[in-house]
């Protein structure tokens, strides 16, 4: 099983974004900070979990048929667009972060409070002023 948790933080003057991303398998805590394009915070938390994804895919490709990934976010328009498999506005994020979900054999999206994301906030956070 891997465990993923994302966030994202945008300075809201500026519109800079950056992502936190915490990956565990096995134990084994894997931290990554990335600066971000988008502009808005529901976009960055939306690239945020893709870039996630991404990485566990690219990392992890000979397991994906027998993976389970718990995911975890604090944003709940991520978390409920990717249960319903829908968002109005941000329909192709959705679409691109499926594309990845689907090569797993279970994905458990799971909303969670600010404070129980706590890592992966810090990690968006220090992005933020280590790039900007």
Known sequence: MIKLYTDAATMNLSGKSAAGILIIK????????LPLESKDNHLAEFEAC???FELVYNQYTDETSQEIICYYTDSKIVYQSLEKNYAKHYQAQVDAIKKYQISYQ???NNWISDKKNEGAHKLAQQALHKFY
């Open 26 to 33: 096995n134990g084994k805590q894997q931290q990554i900070k």
């Open 106 to 108: 279970l994905v458990i």
């Open 50 to 52: 893709k870039l996630g």
